[in-house]
């Protein structure tokens, strides 16, 4: 098979010749770090590129995805043509920081110090009331900018390259509300302020519809996954109220996402971390075809439960490696058998794309993560 028929095969919950590998774009992506060991440790000579800002993630370079046998390749529309996004140098509070102010207003942050990761330093909304919601200036979603060039560069991946292309992520519905207003107090708003809290996510939802409407025109005929997402879990279960969610989040999710599937051929993959099986169900009603990143580590999502409930209606997109207590400090005979494990549970009947538990971390070595992908090579034929 070549790479698409084998990714679109497995989320059409078929078998393929052998589960389709990803090593994801700026979602269950490879940080800065990992990615310099790594590259080093197999003598591949890049250039490491920055893909995503915040999370530090490196943009994997074509050798190593061969390599590892990848069967993915990312594209992502851009940002709006008025937008400057760069990152500057500033001096606060006695230290010296790297600030990017994305398109919604949000300011991320990384200390100097610490190159690691960046955080939100900054909460536009923080103090906002309910008109001051309607008053914000919000960005564009339809900003002709974003989509320059975007169907011929998709086009080029699907005529002269056997992958299967996927979308960057896009539809973070309810996370970027509170980017905007601040997390404890976007929690306290849903319990307390219902009519703030819709307002904020409806402006939101309307920057995404008018995105996915020229998204989906530019190349839904082209792209075979697009990825959306939200965090809705944490370790141990949903992040706040389910009935919460289902009476404001879900509403907005489920419009743009069966927009999605109304207007364009691809498969609808969804990110969420954390013990999401509250939520499995209504993601498949609202036309999710796939989860992503299947965290295995958190509570109550056991891979042999999650496959016998849940196998034959959403593709787990993920699940292979427990990132935060395998990958990082096992060795690399125990990564492989503990991958391969994962591998045989998930892969029967289709249904299944391999890849790590979200982000392979900075400082994860570089043996471990040639195990992981060893793994999916040698435990992945049907």
Known sequence: MTSRERVLTALNHEEPDRVPIDLG?????????????????????DEVTIMDPVQQLARPCEELLQEFQVDTRYIAAGAASDFDGTIERNERDGKVWHDLVDEFGVRWSMPDDAPRYM???????????????RDYPFPKGDDPGRFEGLRERALTLRNETPYAVVSGISGVVYETCWYLRGLEQWFCDLMTEPEFCEAVIDRV???????????CDEVGDVVDVIMIGDDLAGQSGPLFDPKIYRSIVKPRQQKVARYIREHASAKLWYHTCGDCRE??????ENGVQALNPVQI??????????KREWGDRITFWGGACDSQHVLPVASSEDVYEHVRHNVDIFKPGGGFVFNNVHNIQGGVPPENIVALYRAARDGGAY
């Open 297 to 306: 580590s958190a509570r109550g999502m056991d891979p042999e439960k999650l």
């Open 205 to 215: 939802c309307d920057f995404w519809m008018d995105f996915f409407r020229v998204f």
């Open 119 to 133: 955080d939100i330093t900054h909460h536009p909304l923080a103090e906002a009331t309910l008109d001051d919601v």
């Open 25 to 45: 774009g700026n979602q269950t992506g490879i940080h800065k770090d990992a990615y310099r060991d790594l590259i080093e440790h197999l003598g591949i000579d």
């Open 279 to 284: 939520y499995i169900p209504d993601l498949i």
